[in-house]
């Protein structure tokens, strides 16, 4: 165990320079929860603490707990991917958490663990899921008002009083109880909830008693983000001189890579919002360095759209635009292509890089972007590309739209048209996972990754244009990997040769 906790650890540390570091910069926050909550005693936190007294006394549940802990830490310091491979590992062994006489919790709080990472990196629908499998598996009355808050946080955006009133009995809860990690934390996450009511002064008002319970209880995380967000607030308020004034102090005074990245995001937006090219030119390198040295691959992004967007508008530099257009491009598809999902900032990614293109490469923009959407499909046969396609489509719109109706008045798409292609899917072997239960877990066998970002681009469309625009999209591909031979493209994709022809006419001008 001492092995596996120390390559982890090396792991988590690639967003720093100083082994351990990271781990101490979130131990505080995350150990206390597990104390607070009266899931572990002291005696059993101070053991996961102890790398050596773990390896000699394995407990495998402590195990499981300390790998959620590491990818609860991996994903607060911008290591999603990490984050991501550490929560699968839990996982794939989850029976372990279902042992003992603290099964309910275990498992309840590791649903827990997860949706929050699910929500942090935009996967609404799967954090939504995980939060009712919490949910039923909670027995803890401190767990399950944690659970109870955080559907709080996530359905908040109806903005309506009641949510602002069940906010404060919350913070009420965990202050009587002296859960002062999810005290600090509901205070932060009120004062943002106030920010969209434009209710300011109160924001600031939680910011505060936020930041004297995390500075208190040594919660180096919260009060950082507390920190970042009051520059925010500057930056709201058009102050943009004083908030690049803050944001240079803060970038002095926190020990995090990740929230260096950050700032220095904020320093190069607020630079070329007040005309300071050069400054803002630095700023934003500095933060894409940052980022490629430590794998923040969402930071990386917006760093490359920064500094595309300064090349293209205001030094008309269209090759060095197109590099760094490209690099953020190309960082949200890797990270699409490991399986964390492309969140409003990817999308608005795809979107400006595809815009860039249609302006300088007019007809090569949704080519060059769907060449890594569609790469799963290079074996298929065009039956099986449709039917897998149809079933992404139906999956990404249940868990996006909603099931039923949702689905068919977002596609426009009559009931009985649908059962008929939900049947024809079934007898080809294609089955839905049940969205009525609790547990409803989606498949990998026939979940396209690609599909799903696809579905998600054309989200608007509904069943007829979508069709049209995927079909014309996914034969262009096929006939460029075709070496634009249509015999070949009708040979591979098993389909006769006279349909190809009436089906790519649009294509022929660029047949040889």
Known sequence: MTHRQSLISNEL???????????????????????????????????MLDEKKMSARRNRLLEALQKITYAKIASLEGNDLFAQELFSQVLVKINILNKGSQ?????????????????????????????????????QNKLKQMIAYQILVMESSSHQESSRKKWLQSIAYFNKYEMTVMESQAHYELALFLVTEDNVSEAVEHLDLAHEIAVKAGYQNVQWNIDYTKGCFLVS???QT?????????????????????????????YKELGKIDEALDAARTCMEVCQRFSMDSELADAGLILGDLHHRNLSDITRAFFYYQQAYGSVIALAKRGIPINSRGERTINEYVNFLEEHFPGDSSETTNEDLFAFSLDFTWVKIKDLFHYNLF????????????????????????????????????????????DVEIPSENYVEGLQQYCRLHREKNWVDINERFEKDMLAYHYKKNNYNKKFLAKNLDLAYSGIVNRTKYLTSRDS
């Open 242 to 270: 004083e908030a690049l004034r803050y944001f240079q102090s803060l970038l002095n005074s926190v020990s995090s890579n990740h929230f260096h990245a950050r700032i220095l995001l904020r320093i190069a937006e607020l």
């Open 103 to 139: 099964q309910e919790s275990a498992l309840a709080y590791f649903y827990y663990e997860y949706s929050i990472f699910l929500m942090r990196i935009g996967d609404l629908s799967g954090a939504a899921m995980h939060l009712k499998l919490a949910q039923g598996n909670a027995s």
């Open 13 to 47: 540390n690639k967003t720093n320079d100083a082994s351990g570091q990271v781990e101490q910069f979130y131990a505080a926050e995350c150990y206390d929860l597990l104390g607070q909550i009266g899931f572990l005693s002291k005696e059993k936190i101070a053991l």
């Open 237 to 239: 308020q058009k102050r």
């Open 395 to 438: 999956l990404y719109h249940y868990m996006n739209t909603g099931v039923g109706n949702k689905t068919l008045d977002a596609l426009e798409f009559p009931a009985s048209s649908f059962y008929s292609a939900t049947e024809r899917l079934r007898s080809r072997g294609i089955t839905f996972p049940n969205f009525r239960r609790s």
